[in-house]
């Protein structure tokens, strides 16, 4: 059955959007933590006050486009978990309005600030045409999943930086194998944690430059 809609929030400029419609800006993401989204969705289903504050506190970051279509730049993760959790519509903040643009023109400017990330589930750059229609088309990066899990235990911090954890997860690519990620996840955060203190990876955005305690 699908779910209730939330209200909108005050002082934000909020709007209902089908989930259905709307477009990612980036190729991948990391389906373990979708997975974690969906069961706190889950757990969550029948106390629907707490449901709808937690959906409240977490609104999918859109910007619109050439004809008023949704362009997630934040929240892909809870968006497709939504999705897969049944939700039809969720409050989604619109960060900006770019829709009087040409296609063209609102592609430079998300480009130029930085709203696009064009590399794939296996690290390599991408063009424009190769992002997805829509969140359940994008792809898996079990490397994107570690980044987020190894930045909730403490190994590097939340910062501004546009897709800090995608930075995170190429880091990790070439120096944790996925046979690790995919059969003793627990080892292969362990390993990540310590690799995020290295002085290797100090220029990398929310560096600590400590082990996680």
Known sequence: ??????????????????????????????????????????????????????????PIRVILGPGQTAYVIDHHHFGLAMMKEDFQTAP????????????????????????????????????????????RRMKDDPYRSLAGFCRAAGGFAKCLTPFTEFVWANYFRPRIPEKWIENDFEKALNRAIKLAAQPEAAGLPGYLGRAAK
Do not use: H
């Not at 106390?47 to 504050?53: H, I, K, M």
């Not at 063209?104 to 229609?133: C, E, H, I």
């Open 1 to 58: 059955m699908p779910k209730p809609i939330p209200p909108a929030v005050n002082g934000r400029k909020i709007a209902n959007i089908a989930l259905s419609q709307l477009r990612p800006t980036q190729l991948s993401v990391g389906m373990l933590e979708v997975k974690q989204k969906r069961k706190r969705l889950r757990a969550l289903e029948g106390r629907p006050g707490e449901l709808v504050e937690f959906i409240l506190e977490n």
């Open 92 to 135: 989604m903040e619109i960060a900006e309005d770019f829709s009087e643009l040409s296609t063209s023109a609102f592609w430079k400017k998300m480009l130029d600030r930085q709203f696009v990330y064009l590399v794939d589930a296996n690290g390599r750059k991408r063009r424009l045409k190769d992002l997805p229609t829509r969140l």
